[in-house]
């Protein structure tokens, strides 16, 4: 096996117009991997619609820069959670449309991993994305809750495997605002979520070879890593209370993924401090199992001359 001679880079970022397009948020995704020079491409659907596939109604904003509203959860309350079900299945079967036809454009150089939110997560959008209900539900109710979730968690595992099956190379599975310790405490976290957690991960297909856990947000639960299967680890390094990338490494014990701040440096720049942020996570991981990346979806509003400058930054 070959040592690569550079971390490869990467980044993601919404385009609130285009995404409620299979087409239109597959050309856009290929536009900027193209343009950017991406080496590996983390697909970036629709935040809300895997929660719209479960009933939730949301609409466009109608701005660049604003991300969809939502018209009406599908969980406005406790026993709404008894009939929780996969009620739209177009919602998935678009994300599956349009990653095939960025995977195809972009040929086998370039491998695209498909996201997917945990299903916690998609559960904290179904009532509207509030942390603190769906926790307190699930923590007082989990014989109501916890069925919903199991379901969600199968949808999401078929979903994971028709994605490979299009050419993905793994997934990118989000823990988006439930992976932090002041959210859920870790040992109530592996009691009540975990498991649903890896059944989606432990149902991935052999060919999933590029599968990455995202755990999002501060003050992380990242003992969870060790337990969760993926390829590599993709937190936020600037975020409070979170490990460097060379502890978070040794944890983990894979590759980790980050090193950039996403709402700052590739926000504001310049294009020499996002250069120093990458030689500061080469030199901490001595450039090994890492790849170049934002801790988390950069901002619409971030500029083309700050995303190019994450690949001069290795490439120097």
Same mark, same amino acid.
């Given at each position: 096996m070959k040592v690569a001679d550079r971390p490869p880079v990467g980044a993601w970022g919404h385009a609130y117009r285009q995404e409620w397009s299979p087409t239109d948020l597959a050309a856009i995704t290929v536009e900027r991997a193209?343009?950017?020079?991406?080496?590996?491409?983390k697909f970036q659907p629709r935040a809300?619609?895997?929660?719209?596939?479960?009933?939730?109604?949301?609409?466009?904003?109608?701005?660049?820069?604003?991300?969809?509203?939502?018209?009406?959860?599908?969980v406005p309350d406790l026993e709404a959670w008894r009939s929780a079900k996969l009620v739209n299945p177009k919602a998935f079967d678009d994300q599956v449309e349009s990653i095939a036809i960025v995977v195809r454009e972009l040929g086998p150089d370039v491998p695209v991993i498909q996201t997917v939110f945990s299903p916690i997560t998609v559960g904290g959008y179904l009532v509207g994305k509030s942390q603190s209900r769906i926790v307190r539900e699930l923590r007082k109710y989990p014989e109501v809750v916890g069925p919903a979730l199991e379901r969600i968690a199968n949808?999401?595992?078929?979903? +994971?495997?028709? $994605?490979? =099956?299009?050419? !993905? &190379?793994?997934?990118?599975?989000?823990?988006? %605002?439930?992976a932090g310790r002041k959210v859920i405490p870790e040992n109530v976290y592996r009691d009540l979520v975990l498991p649903y957690d890896l059944a989606v991960l432990n149902a991935l297909p052999k060919e999933?070879?590029?599968?990455?856990?995202?755990l999002c947000g501060s003050n992380l639960n990242f003992d969870l890593a060790r337990d969760l299967p993926a390829q590599a680890v993709s937190w936020s390094i600037h975020n409070q209370g979170n490990p460097s990338l060379a502890r978070g490494r040794e944890i983990a014990g894979r590759a980790v993924m980050g090193g950039l701040s996403q709402r700052a440096t590739l926000v504001?720049?310049?294009? +020499?401090?996002? $250069?120093? =942020?990458?030689? !500061? &996570?080469?030199?901490?991981?001595?450039?090994? %199992?890492?790849?170049?990346?934002p801790g988390c979806s950069v901002p619409p509003r971030v500029r083309s001359i700050n995303l190019e400058a994450i690949a001069s930054a290795v490439a120097a």
């Open positions: 193209r343009k950017f020079g991406w080496d590996f491409v809300t619609f895997f929660a719209e596939a479960f009933g939730s109604v949301y609409e466009p904003s109608g701005h660049a820069l604003r991300a969809p509203i939502l018209v009406t959860p599908a949808a999401l595992a078929h979903f +994971s495997r028709r $994605s490979v =099956e299009v050419g !993905a &190379a793994g997934i990118f599975y989000a823990i988006s %605002g439930y999933a070879w590029f599968n990455v856990l995202h504001y720049g310049p294009a +020499s401090k996002i $250069s120093a =942020e990458a030689r !500061a &996570a080469i030199d901490d991981t001595g450039g090994r %199992g890492l790849l170049i990346a």
